[in-house]
């Protein structure tokens, strides 16, 4: 159990981080203190936690979790009490692990890519290794697999397309959820009942997949009986270019993440 953790920013991705970690047990809420522009009251409250002033974050955390914009990184970090023992989780997108150890050196630093199913513990993270410090890593892996599925990669320059899957995933198959879900109204279920299913399905078969580890065309071939009605549905999907479509929406955000550390 972790006993002070900082969060310096605490939007949509910390809140995720902090609701998943204070619902695994896996930090301590009392020593829980969150910084942000605005919402800081706000955000404790809502967590039973402590607002605190971004050096305040620093000076009481020995674990740090930096989850500001990108771009606002390097301004944030400065001049705040950094030292070394501490260990910063950043999650930003295309921040390279150089220009974090920069901003908050003399503490170590763990580069992260999370997503937002952390917050129901469904996650999954990759955690930069390679060069990071062995214990720091450990630690990050604790704490991440604590809110769903870790893979450590040791090549940050995979971070990009990491990004893109991981990161962004979610919004492509939230896209697909409510494309699925429309379908399903437009031959006549009600709404919210499609909208239900339509989440469960996709969970159900991404578990599926998760943990019995068989490839997805097995699975998809063991649903679609010859003559039958899914084939019907695939050969829809296969006209419309779904593959490629999802393909390419991996390579045009693993792109923009390139040009984004390229800025
Ligand atoms: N959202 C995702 O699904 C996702 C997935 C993976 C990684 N990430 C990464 O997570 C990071 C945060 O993204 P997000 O979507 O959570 O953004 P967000 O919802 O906009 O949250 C940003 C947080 O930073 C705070 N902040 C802004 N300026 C600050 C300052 N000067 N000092 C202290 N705090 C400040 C904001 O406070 P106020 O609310 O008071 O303005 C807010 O709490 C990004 O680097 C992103 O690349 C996000």
């Keep these: 159990m972790e006993t002070q953790v900082g969060f310096l920013g605490c939007g949509q991705l910390g809140q995720a981080l902090l609701a998943g970690w204070l619902a695994a047990g896996v930090v301590e ?19 039973g936690v ?3 002033s ?18 606002q990184i390097t301004s944030v970090a400065a001049g705040l009490p950094f030292r070394a023992g501490q260990v910063v989780l950043s ?29 129901v513990g469904a996650g999954a993270s990759l955690v930069l290794g390679g060069a990071t410090d062995g214990a720091a890593v450990a630690r990050a892996v604790r704490l991440f697999q604590a809110v769903g599925h870790v893979e450590v990669l040791d090549q940050e320059k995979l971070f990009h397309v990491g990004t893109a899957l991981v990161g962004s995933g979610p ?76 393909l390419e929406a991996v390579l045009a955000a693993t792109a923009r993440s390139q040009e984004l550390e390229d800025a």
């Design 29 to 47: 809420r009392a020593g829980v203190r969150v910084a942000a522009r605005q919402s800081a009251a706000t955000t404790a409250e809502r967590f």
């Design 50 to 52: 402590l607002a605190a």
């Design 54 to 71: 971004p050096a305040e974050v620093v000076a009481a955390s020995e674990v740090i979790v930096l989850a500001v914009k990108p771009g």
């Design 91 to 119: 999650v930003a997108a295309g921040v390279p692990r150089a220009a974090l150890l920069a901003a908050c050196r003399p503490a170590e630093v763990v580069r992260i890519m999370p997503n937002v199913a952390a917050r």
């Design 171 to 246: 919004a492509f198959l939230f896209v697909a959820m409510e494309a699925l879900a429309d379908g399903a109204v437009a031959a006549g279920l009600p709404r919210a009942q499609a909208l239900r299913l339509a989440a469960r399905v996709v969970a159900g078969s991404g578990t599926l997949a998760a943990l019995e580890g068989i490839h997805p065309a097995i699975l998809k071939d063991a649903v679609a009986s010859p003559g039958g009605t899914t084939m019907q549905g695939l050969r829809a999907l296969e006209k419309a270019g779904l593959r490629a479509a999802l």
